[in-house]
């Protein structure tokens, strides 16, 4: 698919505990390995779920503001590693 966006969540220890990154966000932490890979996948699966046409607003680096149609079937590929 040309195009196809690749998301990682990847699971690492952070502030004594486990969490998970995606990209530059950081969740809550977990007690364990295995509870922060759990919610990755649970995360991971929300991801790829297809969902109606939506507008989306967010903010770039350069603090411009940008409004988008998402049209909810471009889900991208999701790897969950750690």
Same mark, same amino acid.
């Given at each position: ?20 990154? !995606?990209? @530059? ?5 977990? $007690? *364990? ?6 919610? =990755?996948? &649970?995360? !991971?699966? @929300? ?5 109606? $046409? *939506? ?6 680096? =350069?603090? &411009?503001?940008?409004? @988008? ?14």
């Amino acid at each position: 698919m040309v195009g196809m966006q690749t998301m990682t969540y990847q699971v690492i220890q952070h502030d004594g505990a486990w969490a998970y990154r !995606a990209g @530059e966000t950081i969740s809550e932490t977990f $007690p *364990t390995h295995d509870a922060a890979r759990q919610a =990755a996948e &649970r995360a !991971a699966a @929300e991801q790829v779920l297809v969902g109606e $046409p *939506t507008e989306i607003d967010y903010e770039d680096p =350069a603090g &411009r503001w940008h409004q @988008e149609l998402s049209p909810g079937d471009d889900r991208p590929i999701i790897e969950v590693k750690g």
